[in-house]
């Protein structure tokens, strides 16, 4: 067995192992849990990826594990951004601090934000890859309605605008939590302003510093902001149009948008296959409508997609160097103007060609912290919409695979070097000692780097 093929063997263990099963109202959920070692729930868009990889696995897992993420929708249609397991009490903030129990559609708990639909993009990878038409079939009819229902609300809540981009309404919902993208937004929210009862919660309850090491986690400054603004909505009995309107932290978001681009475009490629032609026409409508808004939200001056603070009226833009400014490549939105001042940016040794690229914020920016979260270390998850971001563009620019394949190859050999780790350092890379040096950061047996290491592997190495 080569060494990949040992490493995929890993992959597939540590999947396994974070499966667990869950019984809600007489129902028995099979789902994954990001690591069994801090996030012990089902989170939105970690298991859109994880079903993709199962998919190479055990179909029946992935399917699976989209149908449990569908199952806690709310009667609005949002798919939450996680789905509790309520047997598990030692993640904050859980179900208590949430309180959502009146808008979902079945008694399962769930948080009250959303995140990037990679969800759409999972059911369509399910049905191209269904091994039986009964597959594909269960696909359609189980799963596909709620997408679709998804997707309205995004249409409808996060977009009201009908301008393309989506609105989010805490950090959370992008994904990239701490990312520096955020920092100014986050500063309308006074720390002196926020409730001591928010801050004592925060103190006494948050957990994730019990079992990780402290400099890689977000600030409490950032905890206290993300939950006042969790105890804002509930005090707004989780209404969306009230949110977003009274929400301080509102940003028409480059990363989510451009996810939502592509998950137009497959849920229409997804209709269209199965002869819904109308449906076909409408999203592939809004997939050509986001991908215009991110074109024209590329600035000359920043040299970058930017962020638009839209908070309460707001129009205040956002141009922080991080890895957002490259999801509009897997929106397949980049223009050829756009193509290469972009490439400079990401081969920029001083900004993301690190030795184990692509480094969550720019190596060169004042706000890059090695450790830390989503402020500098490279995550596998962003790697793989990268590679396939770039990989759009081979045709039309010789340099884009070679860049696609560089990154295939160091983030393979950092998962095989260093472990399922939930994110690595981006600078060591030929520098690191073996048992000398750590890499790794967060928390281990991480079940998406393991489904995009199999991912990876099986579609470009194999
Ligand atoms: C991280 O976010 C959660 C909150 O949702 C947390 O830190 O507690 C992020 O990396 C997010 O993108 C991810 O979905 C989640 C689970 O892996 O962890």
């Known amino acids: 067995m080569t ?13 396994f192992n974070n499966i667990v099963e869950v019984t809600v109202s007489g129902i028995t959920y099979r789902r994954t849990v990001p690591s069994k070692e801090f996030y012990v729930h089902q989170w939105n868009w970690d298991s859109a990826c994880v079903a993709m990889g199962l998919m190479h696995v055990d179909p029946d897992l992935a399917f699976d594990e989209l149908n449990a993420l569908l199952a806690g929708q709310w009667k609005n249609g949002m798919v939450p951004h996680i789905i509790f397991n309520p047997d598990e009490k030692t993640y904050f903030p859980g179900p208590d601090i949430w309180q959502t129990h009146a808008q979902t559609e079945s008694d399962i708990v769930t948080s009250g934000i959303t995140q990037p639909p990679v969800l759409t993009i999972a059911l369509h990878y399910l049905y191209k890859n269904a091994p039986t038409p009964a597959f594909a079939q269960k696909c359609i009819d189980q799963l596909l309605p709620k997408v679709i229902r998804f997707h309205e ?7 009201p605008e009908d301008g393309g981009l989506i609105s989010i309404i805490h950090s ?13 937004a986050y500063q309308r929210i006074n720390i002196d302003d926020i409730p001591q009862r928010i801050k004592d919660m925060v103190h006494y309850y ?3 510093i019990k079992h990780a090491d402290v400099s890689h986690r977000p600030k409490f400054e950032d905890y206290y902001r993300y939950l006042y603004l969790v105890d804002l909505f509930k005090r707004l009995n989780w209404d969306s149009e009230r949110i977003m309107k009274e929400s301080p932290f509102c940003v028409k978001d480059i990363l989510f948008s451009s ?7 497959s849920l229409a490629e997804l209709c269209g296959a199965i002869g819904k032609e109308e449906e076909r026409d409408r999203y592939h409508t809004w997939a050509e409508q986001t991908r215009t808004a991110l074109q024209n939200n590329w600035s000359d001056e920043y040299q970058q997609y930017c962020e638009i603070d839209v908070a309460q009226g ?3 833009v956002i141009h922080e160097p991080t890895i957002s400014m490259f999801f509009p490549l897997y929106a397949h939105a980049t223009t050829e103007e756009q193509l290469p001042k972009l490439l400079a940016r990401l081969t920029d040794p001083q900004e993301f060609w690190t030795p184990y690229p692509v480094p969550s914020t720019a190596l060169n920016s004042p706000k890059f912290d090695i450790a830390r979260y989503w402020r500098g270390p ?38 095989a070097d260093q472990g399922f780790s939930e994110y690595f350092d981006p600078t060591k890379g030929g520098g690191f000692k073996k048992g000398q040096d750590t890499m790794t950061y967060g928390f281990g047996s991480f079940s998406w780097t393991a489904a995009f290491f199999i991912m990876l ?5 194999r």
């Not at 609300?153 to 977009?159: A, E, G, P, Q, S």
């Not at 996810?259 to 475009?265: D, E, K, V, Y």
């Not at 592997?457 to 190495?461: A, F, I, P, W």
């Open 259 to 265: 996810i939502w681009a592509q998950a137009n475009q």
């Open 378 to 415: 490279s995550w596998v998850i962003i790697n793989a919409f990268i590679i396939q971001g770039l990989k759009k563009y081979k045709d039309k620019n010789s340099q884009v695979d070679q860049l696609a394949e560089h990154i295939i190859d160091t983030t393979l050999a950092m998962i």
């Open 3 to 15: 060494r990949y093929e040992e490493t995929r063997q890993k992959a597939i263990e540590v999947l």
């Open 172 to 184: 959370w919902e992008s994904g990239v939590d701490n990312s520096p993208c955020w920092d100014e």
């Open 206 to 208: 948050r957990t994730d």
């Open 314 to 316: 707001r129009h205040e």
């Open 153 to 159: 609300y995004l249409k409808h809540f996060r977009d």
């Open 457 to 461: 592997y099986d579609m470009y190495r």
